[in-house]
């Protein structure tokens, strides 16, 4: 009794610091992509994508944790990796298309104290 007691604590705590990770990330979505349109710096811009692939990653994990069925073979985990890494593909496509399109047009970023910082 106490294992499962501990069990389901640890699936709550794991669930409240994956949305306290959404909350962070989605924060950053936000400023890095707006300094990077504001700068046209290709870089902040698939750095506030990357948050975008990595808030869907911690809502895979909290879909995960929340599911209590019995799953043999780790197939409920295979899916979420392959959820993710089709995530990762498409961010990784996105950049190469836009940085191949800055190359043709010449477009150069400006400078961005924001997004040093």
Same mark, same amino acid.
């Given at each position: ?15 409240? !610091? ?11 979505? +936000? ?9 046209? $710096? !290709? ?33 409920? +985990? ?18 190469? +298309? ?12 400006? $400078? $961005? ?5």
């Amino acid at each position: 009794m106490t294992r499962a007691r501990t069990d389901a604590e640890l699936t709550r705590r794991g669930i409240r !610091l994956e949305w306290a990770t959404n909350a962070w990330n989605l924060l950053e979505v +936000v400023i890095t992509i707006w300094l990077g349109v504001q700068a046209r $710096s !290709l870089a902040l811009v698939a750095f506030g994508l990357d948050s975008i692939v990595e808030v869907f990653a911690s809502t895979v994990v909290i879909w995960n944790l929340r599911d209590n069925r019995h799953d043999p073979g780790d197939q409920r +985990v295979h899916r979420a990796l392959r959820l993710i890494a089709v995530a990762f593909w498409l961010l990784g496509a996105f950049i190469v +298309v836009a940085s191949v399109r800055g190359l043709i047009l010449a477009v150069r970023p400006e $400078s $961005s104290p924001g997004g040093i910082v």
